[in-house]
Nanobody, 125 residues
Framework: QVQLRESGGGEVQSGDSLRLSCAAS????????MGWFRQAPGKEREFVAA????????YYADSVAGRFTISRVNAQNAVYLQMNSLKPEDTANYYCAAKVKSLYAYSDSRGYDYWGQGTQVTVSS
């Protein structure tokens, strides 16, 4: 069994920064990629960012491009999300996900095989 555990969420003010972390544990996996999604109350889960583990190629939602940076540590099956210039609309529960195949686009949640429980990010104005 594979577990993904997120950490680093919290309550901040508009313009502040946070760094989310996610590490895989349990059964060893070889992620094709890992990503971050978020879900705000009353809204659908949406793509935030993803990274391809082998090449390090990264992908971002338009709403976070230029403010968020995703990175990974291959040996640890870990992924990080540096979030700068946070806005109240970034408030959501942030989920880490891992995919072991190249099926579906990185922004498509259907392509991910493992999910974390989420970490809450709250940004006040």
């Amino acid at each position: 069994q594979v577990q993904l555990r997120e950490s680093g969420g919290g309550e901040v003010q508009s313009g502040d920064s946070l760094r989310l972390s996610c590490a895989a544990s349990g059964r060893t996996i070889n992620p094709y990629g890992m990503g971050w999604f978020r879900q705000a109350p009353g809204k659908e889960r949406e793509f935030v960012a993803a990274i391809r583990f082998s090449a390090g190629s990264s992908y971002y939602a338009d709403s976070v491009a230029g403010r968020f940076t995703i990175s990974r540590v291959n040996a640890q099956n870990a992924v990080y999300l540096q979030m700068n210039s946070l806005k109240p609309e970034d408030t959501a529960n942030y989920y880490c996900a891992a995919k072991v195949k190249s099926l579906y686009a990185y922004s498509d949640s259907r392509g991910y095989d493992y999910w974390g429980q989420g970490t809450q990010v709250t940004v006040s104005s």
